[in-house]
């Protein structure tokens, strides 16, 4: 993506701008370039960068097969386990929508995954998300993963993944 572009994800993130004008601004044309915003995510991933990386994330939502595909799965399941970004919970809650039995073991992890900018959090909303997302997907791999949790040394975890097996 140009320079350009960014700044346009910028004035939307930072909204300074509507979506419908971002859309007229930078039109995205997934018939002709399905993997674009893949492409880049996935560009930004292997540079570390955690500032694109956060912004093609926030415009992930204008692909429409977003949710209806499992094409960006595995790369959101490594998202979900790098520290050098501060975007967990979003993933987490796009894996649930994805419903995808690749995450399983990326959310199983991300859940019990202590990291330095959540230390505040003693509510542990990212394990929520994720064990949330773990029931979502709904498999006998997502079961077992709650299962593995309850037994988690962190009471409020295994509350998290107890209340999910009991709805199941």
Known sequence: MTDKQFELIEKLVQKQI?????????????????DLLLENLEQAFKRKDAKQTEYIF???????????????????SDLLLADWHYIHEDVAMILREIKSPDSVKALKNAAIMKLDYLDYDDTFQLARKCIKAL???????????????IQYNNPIIAKYAQKELNRW
């Open 58 to 76: 926030r415009i992930l939502f204008l692909d429409e097969l977003l949710l209806r595909s499992n094409k960006y799965a595995p790369l959101l």
């Open 135 to 149: 029931h979502a997907v709904h498999t006998e791999s997502s079961k077992t993963a709650l299962s593995e949790l």
């Open 18 to 34: 509507s979506i419908e004008k971002f859309k007229l601004l930078f039109p995205l044309n997934f018939k002709t370039e399905p």
